[in-house]
């Protein structure tokens, strides 16, 4: 069964599960949400459990929450710590890479853009920087868990992207998550996937214009 990615011509939440995707070398399609209507159809066929997107067909399933389906594929191709106390170490570290990450999301949507990046650079990177600089000094196969690439990892990388798309050299103070970056930027797959044409640009006011359209 071919894999289909269901959400916008855009990052947002479809771009973990992308990321996810491109981590684990699963090919996948996708498909657009064109308008209001396309996503009513969605709701109206019982296809999104919660009402919402991204939406991934995959083993036979309709799987939504983009958590669930970036963990989906963590389990299913062992991106999720070998032992037991790995294991929820991954989960731990994850989880806290997604609050950095979702620190991101509001840039280009919300109305106080400016003030929310000034809370990321004043608060967050403060926050979480040393955190994630602490746990690499940590282990020193250059990953967050073991000696292999995690959902952690690739939740954090995208939240450095997000990171140095938005404040260029905010890493530098931070040689540990720089090296990171580059480390997991350098893979094969994920570097592949950001240099070929389903990795997304950052949000234009078209866009934005049209997510909101189809979500009003």
Partial sequence: MAVELTY?????LGESVRFMLAATGTEFTETFLKDKAHLTTLRSDGDLMFMQVPMLKIDGLKLVQSMAICRHLARKHGMDG???EDKARVDMINEGARDFLTKFFPIGFAPNTEAIKEDIKNKHFVRFLPIFEKLLAENASGYLVGDGLTIADVTLFEALLNAEDNFPGCLDKSPKV???????GSLPRIKAYLEGP????PPTP???KHAMSVLS
Avoid: D, H, M, W
């Fill in 178 to 184: 720089k090296a990171f970056k580059a480390k997991i």
């Fill in 82 to 84: 070998k032992t037991l």
């Fill in 8 to 12: 916008f011509e855009g990052r947002g």
């Fill in 206 to 208: 078209e866009y934005v």
């Fill in 198 to 201: 389903q990795r997304k640009s």
